[in-house]
């Protein structure tokens, strides 16, 4: 059975993690406008608001301008082409940080003499592999 004091140290301690978990950063939800906000604190303890979009927006809203006549096909196929290069430059670019970061570790353990530089070289090759693979896992899902 949990005593008085006991209960009094645990409402303490939770009343103490829920006012850290809410002080550090705030999702505001608007339900009348169907928005979601979200606020992070950044460096300076300053508080910067950053828009959440549902997934599909554009791609509804090409569709709806589309459907009323002021996107034509062309204009449709153009703005396809246009997001595909756009999230394949992404996907890039995230590839590439992703691996940096992971090469960095590697390096490390070679440096420090964890792991052999062979083994390291293809402990690299493997990430790189599985990086491919797992944006290429990704892409399935989101179709």
């Known amino acids: ?38 606020t992070y604190g950044d460096d300076m303890g300053e ?13 509804d809203s090409v569709n ?10 062309n204009d449709v196929k153009n703005i396809d082409s246009y997001m595909l290069k756009e999230k394949e430059a992404k996907e890039a670019e995230m590839k590439e940080k992703i691996y940096n970061f992971e090469s960095e570790k590697i390096d490390n353990m070679v ?15 493997t990430v790189k592999e599985n990086i491919e693979e797992m944006i290429t896992n990704r892409r399935g899902k989101n179709k």
């Open 111 to 125: 440096n420090e003499n964890v792991i052999t530089k062979e083994k390291g070289d293809k402990l690299k090759a």
């Open 64 to 73: 709806e301008l589309k459907d009323s006549g002021v996107l034509d096909d």
């Open 1 to 38: 059975m949990i005593t008085k004091k006991q209960k009094l140290v645990l409402l303490a301690v939770t009343s103490l993690i829920s006012f850290t978990i809410f002080s550090g950063s705030f999702i505001n939800i608007n339900a009348l406008e169907n928005t979601i906000s979200s």
């Open 47 to 59: 508080k910067v608001n950053y828009p959440r979009c549902p997934r599909g927006l554009l791609k």
